[in-house]
Protein backbone atom coordinates (compact mmCIF):
# COMPACT_ATOMS: atom_id res chain seq x y z
CA UNK A 1 0.00 0.00 0.00
CA UNK A 2 1.18 3.42 -0.86
CA UNK A 3 -0.68 5.22 1.66
CA UNK A 4 0.91 8.47 3.40
CA UNK A 5 2.84 9.00 -0.03
CA UNK A 6 0.06 11.37 -1.38
CA UNK A 7 0.10 14.82 -1.12
CA UNK A 8 -3.55 16.58 -1.79
CA UNK A 9 -3.37 19.87 -4.28
CA UNK A 10 -6.25 21.26 -3.88
CA UNK A 11 -10.02 19.94 -2.09
CA UNK A 12 -13.07 20.59 -0.88
CA UNK A 13 -13.95 17.05 0.35
CA UNK A 14 -14.15 16.32 3.98
CA UNK A 15 -11.05 14.88 5.48
CA UNK A 16 -12.85 11.61 5.80
CA UNK A 17 -13.45 11.54 2.44
CA UNK A 18 -10.01 12.48 0.79
CA UNK A 19 -8.46 9.82 2.98
CA UNK A 20 -10.66 7.17 1.64
CA UNK A 21 -9.66 9.00 -1.88
CA UNK A 22 -6.65 8.40 -1.47
CA UNK A 23 -7.09 5.11 -0.23
CA UNK A 24 -8.94 3.87 -3.18
CA UNK A 25 -6.02 5.24 -5.65
CA UNK A 26 -3.59 3.07 -3.67
CA UNK A 27 -5.64 -0.20 -3.60
CA UNK A 28 -5.79 0.76 -7.69
CA UNK A 29 -2.26 1.11 -7.87
CA UNK A 30 -1.40 -2.19 -6.20
CA UNK A 31 -3.76 -4.15 -8.64
CA UNK A 32 -3.04 -2.22 -11.84
CA UNK A 33 0.11 -1.35 -13.80
CA UNK A 34 1.16 2.14 -13.14
CA UNK A 35 0.45 3.10 -17.15
CA UNK A 36 -3.22 1.58 -17.42
CA UNK A 37 -4.90 5.17 -16.31
CA UNK A 38 -8.56 4.45 -17.24
CA UNK A 39 -8.69 0.59 -15.33
CA UNK A 40 -7.03 2.88 -12.62
CA UNK A 41 -9.49 5.85 -12.50
CA UNK A 42 -12.43 3.08 -13.17
CA UNK A 43 -11.41 1.15 -10.02
CA UNK A 44 -11.61 4.65 -7.84
CA UNK A 45 -15.00 5.84 -9.87
CA UNK A 46 -17.11 2.34 -9.29
CA UNK A 47 -15.32 2.15 -5.33
CA UNK A 48 -17.03 5.88 -5.07
CA UNK A 49 -20.38 5.09 -6.47
CA UNK A 50 -20.54 2.07 -4.49
CA UNK A 51 -19.27 3.89 -1.46
CA UNK A 52 -20.95 7.71 -1.73
CA UNK A 53 -23.95 7.41 -4.61
CA UNK A 54 -23.68 7.21 -8.23
CA UNK A 55 -22.21 9.85 -10.39
CA UNK A 56 -18.70 10.29 -9.21
CA UNK A 57 -15.99 11.21 -12.32
CA UNK A 58 -12.35 10.06 -12.08
CA UNK A 59 -9.25 11.41 -14.22
CA UNK A 60 -5.95 9.68 -13.77
CA UNK A 61 -2.66 10.56 -15.88
CA UNK A 62 0.17 12.52 -15.90
CA UNK A 63 -0.58 15.48 -18.24
CA UNK A 64 -3.84 17.01 -18.32
CA UNK A 65 -6.49 19.60 -18.73
CA UNK A 66 -9.85 20.20 -17.64
CA UNK A 67 -12.87 22.33 -16.74
CA UNK A 68 -15.58 21.01 -15.25
CA UNK A 69 -18.37 21.78 -12.39
CA UNK A 70 -18.98 19.64 -9.22
CA UNK A 71 -21.11 19.51 -6.82
CA UNK A 72 -20.06 21.45 -3.16
CA UNK A 73 -17.45 19.14 -0.58
CA UNK A 74 -16.99 16.53 -3.42
CA UNK A 75 -13.84 17.57 -5.57
CA UNK A 76 -10.11 16.51 -4.61
CA UNK A 77 -7.64 16.38 -6.64
CA UNK A 78 -3.92 14.98 -5.68
CA UNK A 79 -0.80 13.30 -6.84
CA UNK A 80 0.22 9.53 -5.72
CA UNK A 81 3.63 8.19 -7.22
CA UNK A 82 3.93 10.35 -10.91
CA UNK A 83 0.33 10.16 -11.31
CA UNK A 84 -2.74 13.18 -10.54
CA UNK A 85 -6.04 12.04 -9.52
CA UNK A 86 -8.97 14.33 -10.38
CA UNK A 87 -12.07 12.95 -8.38
CA UNK A 88 -15.11 14.46 -8.19
CA UNK A 89 -18.87 14.30 -8.66
CA UNK A 90 -20.83 16.23 -11.31
CA UNK A 91 -23.24 18.76 -10.81
CA UNK A 92 -25.53 21.13 -12.41
CA UNK A 93 -23.87 24.41 -13.46
CA UNK A 94 -26.41 26.03 -10.90
CA UNK A 95 -25.99 24.15 -7.60
CA UNK A 96 -22.24 23.79 -7.43
CA UNK A 97 -18.40 25.29 -7.69
CA UNK A 98 -15.50 25.47 -10.03
CA UNK A 99 -12.27 25.25 -9.01
Known sequence: MLEGKALVDD??????MQIQAMS????????YDVFDCTS?????????????GSGWQCV???????FFTHSKGTFIYFTMERLK???????????????
Open 40 to 52: IAGFIKKEFDGKY
Open 60 to 66: VGSNFGC
Open 24 to 31: FASQALDL
Open 85 to 99: FLIFKGASASSSTSP
Open 11 to 16: SDMPLK
